[in-house]
């Protein structure tokens, strides 16, 4: 192991968007085992520092794999489309005109048979763009695209907070 070592190195899993949560998993908890810091206690308390390094690269590693945004991020970024989500806002036209519609929507709510209809709109909205971005990374690898893909997911996920804290100011 290298501490330079890609995220998917690391977890000895292919650079793809796609991955297997389980394998993800299994394999974060191995690594956690291999670096624990008490492993390294009769080591002396350098020894003991590396290995504290080693948790917290992969404990970040873990945490960027196991999250389909942070995921996509990583690997546009990783074949140089990084997202620089917070200069560059652009998005389609469509894209807008929908989140519009949906913010309109929610200041409308009256109910939770309307917000409920909300919800699942905006859930079907995020399925399809993970799906996206599974087939503009892993089939196309097409980065400049998914990284475009992945701020309007980042736009998805805010609107859908914004859901949830409706469902809690109805009493839901």
Not at 26 to 35: D, G, I, V, Y
Not at 91 to 105: G, V, Y
Not at 113 to 126: C, D, F, H, I, P
């Amino acid at each position: 192991m290298n501490l330079n070592d890609t995220d998917f190195q690391l977890f000895a899993v292919p650079a793809t968007f796609a991955q297997d949560r389980a394998v993800l998993d299994a394999r974060w908890k191995e690594l956690q085992r291999e670096a624990h810091p008490d492993r390294f206690a009769a080591q002396g308390a350098a020894a003991q520092r590396v290995a504290m390094q080693w948790s917290v690269r992969i404990n970040e590693a873990y945490q960027r794999l196991k999250d389909p945004i942070r995921r996509a991020s990583y690997i546009c970024e990783l074949n140089g489309a990084p997202l620089d989500a917070e200069n560059n806002t652009a998005m389609p036209s469509d894209f807008l005109m929908q989140q519009m519609e949906w913010r309109e929507a929610l200041d409308d709510v009256a109910d939770i048979a309307s917000l409920e209809k909300l919800n699942a709109e905006v859930e079907a909205g995020r399925t399809r763009a993970l799906s996206s971005l599974d087939w503009l990374i892993d089939e196309k690898g097409d980065y400049p695209a998914a990284a475009r893909q992945v701020r309007a997911l980042m736009f998805i996920e805010r609107f859908a907070k914004d859901v949830e804290a409706k469902f809690d100011q109805l009493g839901q």
